[in-house]
C-alpha cells in the first residue's frame, strides 16, 4: 500500500462531493511506450507511461519492462474512475490523476510554453529550476539535489553555480553521470535529500513507490522540496496543502513531447497556507 496514494483517493472522494458524477466517467485509457533525447543536455530516454481520461487527462509513467500490467478491461470504460481500479500501481495513479483533474485546482501561476521539441523542454526547466533557487535564495544554502535526473535541470542548475547531486535507477547513469555530475543509486535518494539545501524530485518517484520516503527525509532535515510532476499532476495542490511539500510545478497532458503549447502550473505551500487564513 502506498501511503500518500491511499490519502489522495480519500481526499477525492470527500472533493468529489457536489462536482457532477458525470465529470469522473472514464473515457479513455492509453499505453505510451517512446523513446526520445529532446535536447543535447538530456540523456537517451527509455520513457513510457500510462493515461486515463475523465474531463482531463491523467498520466503514470510506468517501466513497463518490470511491471505486470493486465489486459485492458472494456468494463472499465464509462465506469466512475473514483470507483474503478487497474491492474498495477501505475494504472490505479493515472486514474486517480484523471479523477483530480475533474476537481477545482488554483494554482499559484500559470505559464504556456511554445516552441519545438528543443525550445519546450529547455523553457520548462528554466521555471522548474527557477522555483527551486527562488527557495534556495530564500532558505540559504548551495547545495540542491536531482532525484529522478532530468539533464535539462542539471544543465540549468550548473549554470546558477550551485553544488549539485543527483540520484537515479538508471544504470548508465549511475555508471557515467550526467553533465560531469555524478549519479548515485535511486536507493540512496534519502540521503541525498537529506544532504541538500533544496530537493527537486521528479513525480515517478510515486509511481515507484519512494516519494512517501523522500518527503519524510525532507521534513526531517529541513530540506526544502520541490516535486515536478507529471506523473500525477493532478495531485499538484494536495501535495503541498497534505503532504508540507514546499513547491509543485505540474504539466499536465499534453506534455512537451507533443506538439503544441503546453502549460505548466506552479503551486506553492505558503500561497495555500496563506489563502486559508483569509
Request: some cysteine.
Amino acid at each position: 500500500m502506498n501511503p500518500i496514494l491511499e490519502t489522495l483517493r480519500s481526499i477525492a472522494h470527500e472533493r468529489s462531493q457536489g462536482v457532477p458524477d458525470e465529470d469522473f466517467i472514464l473515457r479513455s485509457m492509453w499505453r505510451v511506450d517512446h523513446r526520445s533525447q529532446p535536447t543535447p543536455y538530456e540523456r537517451f530516454m527509455v520513457y513510457s507511461f500510462v493515461m486515463a481520461q475523465t474531463v482531463r487527462q491523467g498520466c503514470s509513467y510506468a517501466d513497463f519492462d518490470s511491471i505486470q500490467l493486465g489486459e485492458w478491461s472494456d468494463q472499465l470504460i464509462g465506469q466512475d474512475a473514483r470507483e474503478v481500479r487497474g491492474s498495477c500501481r501505475e494504472e490505479n495513479i493515472a486514474l486517480l490523476d484523471a479523477v483530480f483533474g475533474a476537481l477545482p485546482r488554483s494554482p499559484h501561476e500559470t505559464y504556456t510554453v511554445n516552441g519545438g521539441t528543443v525550445a519546450k523542454p529547455l523553457a520548462r526547466s528554466r521555471i522548474v529550476v527557477a522555483e527551486a533557487m527562488r527557495l534556495l535564495r530564500r532558505h540559504g544554502g548551495n547545495r540542491v539535489a536531482n532525484v529522478g535526473v532530468i539533464g535539462n535541470f542539471i544543465h540549468h542548475l550548473k549554470q546558477e553555480g550551485v553544488d549539485v547531486t543527483a540520484s537515479d535507477f538508471d544504470p548508465e547513469l549511475i555508471k557515467h553521470g550526467i553533465l560531469d555530475v555524478p549519479v548515485v543509486s535511486g536507493r540512496q535518494s534519502p540521503q541525498v535529500v537529506a544532504e541538500a539545501d533544496v530537493a527537486l524530485v521528479c513525480s515517478e518517484t510515486l509511481a515507484s513507490d519512494t516519494l512517501d520516503e523522500l518527503v519524510a527525509a525532507a521534513h526531517d532535515n529541513g530540506t526544502k522540496l520541490v516535486l515536478f510532476a507529471v506523473t500525477g499532476c493532478h495531485f499538484a495542490e494536495e501535495y503541498c496543502r497534505t503532504f508540507g511539500i514546499d513547491a509543485v510545478i505540474s504539466e499536465p497532458q499534453p506534455q512537451y513531447l507533443f506538439q503544441g503549447p503546453s502549460t505548466l502550473e506552479v503551486y506553492r505551500r505558503e500561497d495555500l497556507a496563506t489563502r486559508a487564513l483569509r
